[in-house]
């Protein structure tokens, strides 16, 4: 798991903790509120993980929910951890994103489908700069250079971890006919693909055009799940007008079927290999002709 640098982590699982000590006290959210002086909505937001928590108000939840004291340090400890900046906050990310990031540093399972575009823990360098610079117009190469970096600095806490987590990508065809920057660029991006495939807890499948209409033509998502039983598993679903996350039991499990679904109709991972390898030969023979 990583080290520091993780508040959305940390205040999952204040946030578990919280909820836990209050149902296991007897209290509902609105008794709680009520010796707190406050809103059950805030006990609520607290018991979400979605903001920071204040020390003194968990201070004052561990005596309400008698706490003992090892405990009460432990949830203590993570309110002031929370409160700490992500790595990603030196990117300027965008919070949901930036809560992404931090829950995926801790993901023993990794499950993400794309239909448009490589997985962005897939990406080269140059592929993710050519993708960056693609969403702006007109393109600012400052801003462009520092979601780059970002990527690049995930992808090297995802895959610094030891061990890795177990990770599943499902790519759309299209995703590899696409060219997105140059095909020297695509070239390399098709060969990063292949290495990281060789990672015994890598599977890279692509959904081959002659699998026609299927469960996620219309949508992009990664699912999450966590070693760490008391953790609930999370979707995040990426679009173009904002990210959404989704943790209802409901939510989860119907996304993890329309994943099995699309994978059932992908080639299988040697297919997949050998369809990369082919556009990546098909791209080198043009390397050059991009004018």
């Known amino acids: 798991m ?16 919280l909820r836990e000590h209050r149902q296991r ?17 805030k ?4 018991e979400t993980g979605q903001r920071p928590a204040n020390p003194r108000d ?9 706490v003992a004291d090892a405990q009460r340090e432990e949830m203590m400890a993570l309110a002031v951890a929370g409160r700490q900046p992500g790595w990603w906050e030196a990117y300027e990310v965008p919070e949901i994103q930036g809560r992404y990031l931090g829950l995926e540093a801790e993901a023993g399972s990794i499950r993400d489908y794309k239909s ?29 250079r ?24 499902l790519l759309d065809e299209a995703v590899l006919h696409r060219r997105v920057g140059t095909a020297e660029v695509m070239a390399g991006q098709l060969g990063h693909m292949v290495e990281v495939a060789a990672f015994p807890e890598a599977t890279i499948q692509v959904v081959p055009f002659s699998a026609g209409a299927h469960a996620g033509m219309e949508t992009t998502f990664a699912i999450l799940d966590f070693a760490d039983k008391e953790a609930a598993s999370i979707v995040h679903v990426e679009d173009v007008f904002g990210d959404i996350q989704l943790e209802r039991p409901h939510e989860i499990e119907r996304s993890a079927q329309v994943f099995d679904r ?4 992908a080639l299988d991972a040697e297919q997949s290999i050998d369809l990369l390898l ?13 004018g």
């Open 2 to 17: 990583t080290q520091g640098g993780n508040p959305f982590w940390k205040r999952r699982r204040l946030a578990n903790l």
């Open 25 to 41: 006290s007897g209290l509902n959210l609105e008794e709680a509120a009520s010796a707190l002086y406050c809103s059950p909505t």
């Open 43 to 46: 006990i609520s937001r607290l």
């Open 58 to 66: 968990v201070r004052d939840l561990c005596v309400l929910y008698r």
């Open 116 to 144: 448009s575009m490589v997985s962005g823990l897939l990406q080269t360098e140059d592929y993710a700069y050519a993708v960056t610079a693609g969403y702006f117009l007109p393109v600012d190469p400052l801003v462009v």
């Open 146 to 169: 520092r979601l780059t970096d970002a990527r690049m600095q995930r992808q090297q806490i995802i895959f610094g971890r030891s061990p890795l987590p177990r990770m599943h990508f």
């Open 262 to 265: 699309v994978a059932a109709v």
């Open 278 to 290: 082919a556009m990546q030969a098909r791209y080198q023979e043009t390397v050059g002709e991009d």
